[in-house]
């Protein structure tokens, strides 16, 4: 408990008193095998990405440059694994985003899975396609070290979260997160939005996994203030005010800057980014809960409380 304690305030206080950007957000690839339905990435112009040799010198320059963490992106980030293995190499600490449909091959010990499934096998192959949530559950269990799962709450999965974390916490993993479909600004995506006052109903669902789950449920009551729309979302829902865009650095495929993991044209007005909401759980006021959250996820070996009504198996 002392080691973790001592490990979560050190965090803290590098992330809160840091001057620059201490992490880089990196589109590795501008592939993917998948077209997803919400997916904000396809309704982007994508610019050629960097070479292996090319790639690599970007990843060095950025960790010469002061960053220390790497999250990667793409496309789909799996579909170019020495890139990715590098990174682990390179950085103290590694996140990559997959569709999980491919192979979640050992990073090392500085990096860490985040598999992004959109809900129940139906529910998440209406979105994702056939058979793409069989593949990912298969590769869950197959990681060497278990993965943490993301949900992107939106209208076409908001009524089987429950569902989807029970049956998520019977498997080998290290824990779920949750964000809110985020738009952008130039196309109409109402079929996907869950409009701002709805989210309330829904924010209060997730504090019930937590307290019934316990930390696997990566969502603290801290978390929820940000999202609530009488508690601190106005104080962060525009580009100038977002809190991330202070620590994190982000880039195209081609080592150019975009402004935001959602590309230029997000629509922070309505963002449910769980970055940003982490983020703030953590430190606006400090929370020690949501601090070993964000802990969690730059030390893969850092673990989650095992809660004993946790199902099991199925069970």
């Known amino acids: 408990m002392i080691l973790d304690l001592s490990k979560t ?22 592939r993917c ?20 040799d090319e790639m690599l010198q970007f990843l060095y320059y950025l960790r ?66 056939r058979g793409t949530f069989d593949r990912a559950v298969s590769n869950i269990a197959q990681a060497t070290r278990p993965p943490v799962v993301h949900i992107t709450i939106s209208r076409l999965n908001e009524g089987s979260i429950e569902t989807f974390v029970q049956e998520m916490l019977c498997l080998p993993i290290k824990g779920i997160g949750f964000s809110f479909f985020t738009p952008n600004r130039t196309q109409g995506q109402d079929e996907f939005l869950i409009p701002i006052d709805e989210r309330d109903s829904i924010v209060q669902r997730l504090l019930k996994l937590r307290q019934r789950f316990g930390e696997r449920v990566g969502f603290t009551k801290a978390i929820a203030r940000q999202l609530l729309v009488n ?44 970055a940003v909401t982490a983020f703030r759980g953590a430190f606006y006021p400090p929370n020690y809960e949501t601090m070993r959250l964000i802990l969690g996820l730059f030390l893969p070996g850092f673990n989650p409380r095992i809660n004993s009504r946790e199902p099991r198996n199925g069970n």
């Open 231 to 274: 508690g601190a979302f106005k104080a962060w829902n525009s580009y100038e005010k977002c809190p991330v865009s202070k620590v994190l650095k982000c880039y195209r495929s081609d080592g150019t800057t975009k402004m935001c993991t959602y590309g230029d044209d997000a629509d922070c007005s309505k963002c449910g980014c769980a």
């Open 64 to 129: 010469a440059h002061g960053m220390w963490a790497a999250i990667l992106y793409g496309g789909e980030p799996a579909m170019r694994m020495g890139v990715c293995k590098a990174a682990a190499r390179i950085f103290d600490s590694v996140l990559a985003f997959t569709n999980g449909t491919l192979p979640l091959e050992d990073l090392g010990p500085r990096g860490q899975w985040i598999v992004s499934l959109d809900g129940p096998r139906e529910i998440n192959d209406g979105i994702r396609g």
């Open 33 to 52: 095998n998948l077209r997803c339905r919400h997916c904000y990435w396809w309704a982007q112009d994508h610019p050629r990405q960097l070479d292996d």
């Open 9 to 30: 305030l050190l965090l803290a206080t590098w992330l809160l008193f840091r001057r620059r950007p201490g992490a880089a957000a990196i589109d590795i690839t501008n």
